[in-house]
DNA sequence: CTAGTAGTGACAATCGTTTCCATCTACGGT
DNA sequence: ACCGTAGATGGAAACGATTGTCACTACTAG
């Protein structure tokens, strides 16, 4: 279990919303809108502005404590992330669920680009979608 | 040189607006956005609808003629693609400048993940970014 | 040529995100 | 424990990209 703790200490002070949007990222287990978190945090009884949400998980972002991907519609979701090692996933376009990924291949591809490109500084992309096993019915 | 006329086969009817969207895609010769592309054609005296313009866009990336691409700021930039061969990119952050990479490697990898993961009709994001070598003057 | 349908574009609406700013509060001195 | 203040909060407004609406236009099949 990733403690609160350590992530509030990485962005700030210590505020009771700021350890409410993380609680609530880890409790939810997997990649989330800051709408729909925002969300989640006024039904449980801990509201917060939605801008502290934003701002709270940008935080996290920057202290890498957590991963962001794009939806479909451009939304970005966001997942804590407990280990500081880069991570990529699988998730499910339906439900949201979320796998983490053995990368090796990529990264190892990726900085061979990155050194053969002529090019500085690269970053990289890495997102897969697909539909989870609960999900592909149909 | 892709020749417009392929690509307007694929869309729909043959109007002076998308031969111009198409023309300026293709003449851009990288990742462009709607609001950029409709700019220049503004000032090529060619002036097109925005709307129409967002339109042609989306037409050229359902016939497969299009790639598509997220910048950092979720604003979604287009790039003609004469071959129906599935393409992935290095992009500059600074001017917009592409090249296509070899992706082999990642779509190796990408199957394979689909295949070990239990999830279905797995679809694949693979960006890259960085600072060609005009830009990364600082 | 004409009918009929697909396309156009000005405008408004949406959606996610950011900025503003007046107000509040955590917390390192004292 | 008590301040003072830099940092944090949140409601409202601003923003930028994209999509919806709908009256009007113009391809194109016949
Ligand atoms: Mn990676
Ligand atoms: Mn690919
Ligand atoms: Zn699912
Ligand atoms: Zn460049």
Redesign the pocket.
Known sequence: MGAPADDLDL????????TS?VRALIDHGGFV???ALHDELRTQGA??????????L??LVDAGRADVV?DR?????FRHRPFPEHQHYLLCRACGLSAPVDSAAVETWAEHVARTSGFAEVEHTVELTGLCPQCRTT
């Open positions: 962005i700030g002070r210590r505020t009771a919303q700021r949007v809108g800051a709408r509201p917060v502005g939605l801008n502290t949400v934003y701002r709270t940008a935080a794009r519609g451009g939304e970005r979701l």
